[in-house]
């Protein structure tokens, strides 16, 4: 089930633990062209919006088709926190995690709040990525919101996109949240031990 679960996640996330690009003659058809596009879109991380096929405000019971089951979860009061693992045997693998809650009042279905992803397959219309220096990340409008451990974490508030670096000043993770609120006012239910920054 576990396996299942992992191959579920490869293909939505095209995440893998060998990353191989396949070599092309250079030449598309017009099919080859739209496929491409296509695919990029399914990478491809909108502030406030998305990040490949997960979108903020989408109906979260459909995650576990498109994902399979989260390999952790962490949830309470109606909010939870669903992780899946890009290979739970490995020694740092990439994660997805996910926020949701009640959509209302009415406590009647869940739905996305915020995405996490550490995987460098995903990316920006800027090209911006998990692994590229903080310093290239000059169209945003950052705030250092919180730390936690050796992390700290810088928010666009407006644009609804915040990034987390380490020491080595590396982007490790990107998270998408609603565009207008701190990241910090949901995230920080999955450390506990964050320290916001005043």
């Given at each position: 089930?576990q396996r299942?679960?992992?191959l579920?996640?490869?293909?939505?996330f095209?995440?893998?633990?060998c990353?191989?690009?396949?070599?092309?003659?250079?030449k598309?058809t017009d099919?080859?062209?739209?496929?491409?596009?296509v695919?990029?879109?399914?990478?491809?991380?909108?502030?406030?919006?998305?990040?490949?096929?997960?979108?903020?405000g989408?109906?979260?019971?459909?995650?576990?088709k498109?994902?399979?089951?989260p390999?952790?979860?962490d949830?309470?009061?109606?909010k939870?926190?669903?992780?899946?693992?890009?290979d739970?045997?490995?020694?740092n693998?990439?994660?997805?995690?996910?926020?949701?809650?009640?959509?209302?009042?009415?406590m009647?279905?869940?739905?996305?709040?915020q995405i996490?992803?550490?995987s460098?397959?995903?990316?920006?219309?800027t090209g911006?990525?998990?692994?590229?220096?903080y310093?290239?990340l000059?169209?945003?409008?950052?705030?250092?919101?919180?730390?936690y451990?050796?992390?700290a974490?810088?928010?666009?508030?407006?644009?609804?996109?915040?990034?987390?670096?380490?020491q080595?000043?590396?982007v490790h993770?990107?998270?998408?949240?609603?565009p207008?609120?701190?990241?910090?006012d949901?995230?920080?239910?999955?450390?506990?031990?964050?320290?916001?920054v005043?």
């Amino acid at each position: 089930m576990q396996r299942l679960n992992y191959l579920a996640l490869a293909i939505v996330f095209y995440i893998t633990s060998c990353n191989q690009n396949t070599p092309h003659s250079g030449k598309q058809t017009d099919e080859q062209h739209q496929q491409t596009a296509v695919t990029d879109s399914d990478k491809l991380i909108i502030p406030g919006k998305k990040i490949g096929k997960i979108t903020l405000g989408m109906d979260a019971s459909g995650l576990e088709k498109l994902l399979g089951k989260p390999d952790l979860s962490d949830a309470a009061m109606g909010k939870a926190w669903l992780t899946w693992l890009s290979d739970s045997s490995a020694r740092n693998p990439n994660e997805l995690n996910i926020y949701t809650t009640y959509s209302d009042s009415t406590m009647s279905n869940k739905v996305v709040k915020q995405i996490r992803i550490t995987s460098h397959d995903f990316t920006t219309p800027t090209g911006i990525h998990t692994g590229v220096q903080y310093k290239l990340l000059t169209t945003y409008s950052l705030q250092k919101l919180a730390t936690y451990q050796d992390i700290a974490v810088y928010d666009d508030i407006k644009e609804g996109i915040a990034f987390e670096t380490g020491q080595d000043s590396i982007v490790h993770s990107i998270i998408i949240h609603q565009p207008g609120t701190k990241v910090t006012d949901v995230y920080s239910y999955l450390h506990p031990e964050m320290k916001i920054v005043k």
